[in-house]
């Protein structure tokens, strides 16, 4: 089960301990925005040496957000990361189908050379109006994709759209309809104004009132709320759970 997703920037390595005692369901290591262009290298060797001391199956699952598919670095972003540790690649920025085949092909290489005989599945995210309108066509590009996420800071932010209702509504709508014509779950974007805590479980209500299964957020006590959240509102029967899978398991 993935409620709640917590991202730890691969920069900061003596979080990441600390981050597995969290309420997370998840762990996203971050090489993407939340890490300096200067620190990544230092970020991928972190996060290899840490995923190279785990195993599959363990209490969270463990995730990776990498640079974009066009990034100059992605390739070797997969190749740092790549091990039998790794549940999940968190694709970001996605807008065609054609980036996640590409994808697929650097992560099956590096599965290949490191003798992962597991495949890596991928979280697929779309942060564009581009990606938005294409997010079935990128969701269904391949059966590596087990969920479809949506990042509304960047799409939001270009077009100088707030963040309320009227704008949450439609997208969220759009993303879950995608999602489940491709046939896998819906996760929301990520909470960051960490000090609301009010304000995160009206906005993971929110979610799970139009299908998501999850979301993500940025501080660990946050994904107790949000689990919380989604525990209470399974009682009630207001809403429904799955296991977190897409076409084909993965990571688990």
């Not at 694709?91 to 490191?114: C, G, H, M, T």
């Not at 109006?129 to 590009?141: D, F, M, N």
Request: glycine fraction near 10%; charge should be positive.
């Amino acid at each position: 089960m993935m409620r709640s997703k917590l991202f730890v920037p691969g920069s900061r390595p003596e979080f990441f301990e600390k981050a597995m005692r969290s309420a997370a369901d998840a762990l996203t290591l971050d090489l993407e925005d939340g890490v300096a262009p200067a620190q990544k290298p230092a970020a991928r060797r972190a996060i290899g040496d840490f995923l190279a001391g785990r195993k599959r199956g363990g209490d969270k699952l463990m995730i990776v957000r990498t640079n974009g598919v066009d990034h100059p670095q992605f390739a070797e972003d997969i190749d740092a990361v790549m091990s039998a540790g790794l549940d999940y690649i968190s694709l970001p920025k996605l807008e065609s189908a054609d980036e996640v085949r590409r994808a697929v092909n650097v992560i099956a290489a590096a599965e290949a050379r490191k003798g992962i005989d597991r495949r890596v599945g991928i979280l697929a995210t779309v942060e564009s109006p581009k990606g938005l309108r294409l997010a079935y066509e990128i969701t269904s590009a391949d059966p590596r994709i087990a969920a479809l996420q949506v990042g509304l800071a960047d799409l939001f932010a270009p077009l100088r759209i707030e963040r309320h209702a009227a704008a949450l509504g439609p997208v969220r709508f759009a993303i879950k309809m995608a999602a489940a014509e491709a046939g896998v779950p819906a996760y929301d974007t990520v909470w960051t104004d960490v000090p609301d805590r009010a304000g995160y479980e009206r906005d993971a209500r929110d979610a799970l009132a139009m299908g998501f299964l999850g979301k993500i957020f940025a501080d660990g006590e946050a994904g107790r709320v949000g689990a919380e959240s989604a525990r209470r509102r399974r009682a009630a029967g207001e809403c429904r759970q799955g296991r977190f899978h897409g076409r084909r398991e993965h990571g688990r």
